[in-house]
Nanobody, 126 residues
């Protein structure tokens, strides 16, 4: 059964760095047309942070451009999010997401990846 498990969350002071990892099991990256990171802060809607397509093309929310970097390690089937120059407003639960070939996301009919991890908390203090 496919599963996404996030690691690397924690508490850090503003200006610091964290690297999130998302380990996939039950399938490989080659089964996906794209993966991404979302976040949700208390009382706020879920926000798309970054995506990466099967050809390696990356996108970023304006709020994290220049500070966050998404990457993937195919042999390890692991997705990463390197977060630098963290700000207090980056505090949220971060979720890994995947879209499998054949899904509505991969066909372009929805922006919802459709498959999610359990999330990892990132807390940035001033």
């Amino acid at each position: 059964q496919a599963q996404l498990v996030e690691f690397g969350g924690g508490s850090v002071q503003a200006g610091g760095s964290l690297r999130l990892s998302c380990v996939v099991s039950g399938y490989t990256f080659f089964s996906t047309c794209g993966m991404g990171w979302y976040r949700q802060a208390p009382g706020k809607e879920r926000e798309l942070v970054s995506t990466i397509s099967s050809d390696g093309t990356a996108t970023y929310a304006d709020s994290v451009k220049g500070r966050f970097t998404i990457s993937q390690d195919h042999p390890k089937d692991t997705l990463y999010l390197q977060m630098n120059s963290l700000k207090t407003e980056d505090t949220a639960v971060y979720y890994c997401a995947a879209a499998f070939y054949g899904s509505a996301y991969c066909s372009g009919t929805t922006a919802d990846f459709g498959f999610w991890g359990q999330g990892t908390q990132v807390t940035v203090s001033s």
